[in-house]
């Protein structure tokens, strides 16, 4: 029997007012996988991404994480209530454009966070593992400082840490490299290089193409709402079905 | 000189006025602050509750806040419930205050980023934590003038108090002159001791900005 996949999304439809945002998409994330959202601006990939972990709320559709359905308390046939989607929110890591890291809290605060809050983690044990984490994104001698200090690619990384710090079943990354100067994206890819080759699960929606050529499982391209291509990459970049896509990557190479 | 000895020999009743001052002035802003921030908790969702919390609140900042406590001291009893004037001005302090304090922290709220909620929901952060921990410790931060604002304007109005009975500190002064025909050198006295609660807060305000200034909230 095959393994649980980390994320399943069935028949997920969103609509802003009578703008239909995303439209009967189906996408499996198995364990370990990385998967790239392609598409240009406008075409739904943040909407998707927010849907997984229901900061938007889909119309149509059901969205598994590791086999379990967020929103709806299938059991009890009702939405979930606050709490229930905190707990099932919390096996879910997201990382932002614009970082988001909480302005009042230093950095090694930023990363203990959530697990002392959420999790109930000693705080001894919260702070260890932040350490750590940092060490590993490379921000270790940053850990006093406070977030207005840093770089963008500093913060992303501190971000990360922070994501690292929940162990989530899959991180859902949105555009983390696009609100950055060209010099700190490379420090920022590599970080998710690594946590790719440490095996996390990924679903990163992003413009990098050299690193969803590089990083990806599958590459998904959106299209007005839709999934128009799901490929590997080495088929993707190189022999991609649609025009569309050849269009897209003529003009993004 | 012998009005200044007048005063020394009423320092029991102007201390004592002070105490009282003190004590209603620490105790009801500590509760008025809790009570503003727990207003401002029910606003986060459109409930029954918040639309109660808005007509409060509204209903405070159009009400003078001497009618209110006149409203709890003279008011209440008619309903059956007779509040002493230390209670009924107490009170009358945390409701008025808290509006304001909640009214302060609404104002900041609509204006704080929705990135940094979004990143403590995405988290497995639940409504109350998030709102400890992410929001509230933001807006407090963001807001410390006009918090601090309200404080002395919260000190002020114990004053106010004096009309319903209340001994406080104007009451004392206003005691002591009405007895020995001092007026100058009594409100003299109530003026400097008001002062010293004044620059103590502001002390305190200032200090508390250093907090702020340290996390790039303002510029120290």
């Known amino acids: 029997m095959a393994d649980i996949p980390a994320v399943r999304i069935q028949n997920l439809s969103k609509s802003f007012s009578d703008i239909e945002v995303l439209r009967d998409i189906e996408l499996t994330v198995n364990k370990g996988e990385v998967v790239s959202v392609l598409g240009s601006s406008g075409s739904g990939k943040s909407t998707m991404l927010r849907c997984i972990n229901w900061l938007e709320e889909p119309d149509r559709g059901s969205i598994y994480i590791a086999g379990e359905r967020i929103g709806i308390n299938e059991e009890a046939g009702r939405k979930m209530t606050n709490r229930e989607l905190a707990a099932i929110r919390a096996r879910t890591g997201m990382v932002f454009q614009g970082f988001n890291l909480w302005p009042h809290l230093s950095v090694l605060q930023n990363v203990m966070e959530a697990p002392v809050q959420v999790k109930g983690m000693p705080k001894e044990q919260a702070r260890a593992i932040a350490i750590e984490l940092l060490e590993k994104v490379g921000m270790g001698d940053k850990r006093d400082s406070y977030p207005y200090t840093l770089s963008g690619g500093q913060k992303q990384r501190v971000a990360i840490a922070r994501v690292l710090a929940m162990s989530p079943e899959v991180i859902l990354f949105d555009e983390p490299t696009s609100a950055l100067d060209p010099e700190r994206v490379g420090e920022v890819l590599t970080v998710m290089k690594n946590l790719s080759a440490e095996g996390y699960t990924m679903i990163v929606v992003t413009h990098e193409m050299e690193f969803a050529r590089a990083v990806s499982d599958q590459v998904v391209f959106l299209e007005k709402g839709k999934i128009i291509e799901k490929s590997a990459p080495e088929k993707f970049f190189s022999n991609p079905e649609t025009q569309r896509v050849r269009k897209f990557l003529e003009l993004s190479t | ?220």
């Not at chain 2, 990135?115 to 410790?137: C, D, N, Q, S, W």
């Not at chain 2, 406080?168 to 002064?173: D, G, I, R, S």
């Not at chain 2, 702020?212 to 120290?220: N, P, V």
Request: hydrophobic fraction near 55%; include cysteine; aromatic fraction near 14%.
């Open chain 2, 1 to 220: 000189m012998t009005e200044w000895s007048i005063i020394w020999d009423a320092r029991e009743a102007f201390f004592s006025g002070f105490l009282t001052t003190l004590t209603l002035f620490g105790l009801s802003i500590v509760c008025a602050f809790v009570l503003g921030c727990a207003m401002l908790y029910s606003l986060e969702e459109r409930t029954p509750l918040s639309t109660l919390v808005r007509w409060l609140v509204n209903g405070m900042r159009m009400l003078p806040f001497l009618i209110l406590a006149y409203l709890l001291y003279y008011g209440l009893p008619r309903l059956g419930l007779r509040l002493d004037a230390w209670t009924a001005g107490l009170v009358a302090l945390i409701v008025y205050h808290g509006a304001y304090f909640t009214e302060i922290l609404r104002g900041s709220r609509l204006v704080l980023p929705a990135g940094y909620v979004e990143a403590a929901k995405a988290h497995g952060f639940t409504p109350l934590r998030l709102f400890m921990r992410i929001i509230l410790p933001q807006l407090v931060i963001k807001t410390r003038p006009l918090l601090g604002n309200q404080l002395i304007i919260a000190l002020k109005d114990t004053a106010f108090l004096t009309i319903i009975t209340v001994q406080e500190l104007t009451a004392a002064a206003n005691s002591v002159q009405a007895t020995y025909f001092i007026p100058t050198e009594a409100f003299v006295v109530v003026i400097v001791l008001y002062w010293l609660i004044s620059i103590c807060l502001e002390l305190v305000l200032k200090w508390a900005a250093r907090f702020g200034a340290k996390r790039g909230f303002e510029h120290g």
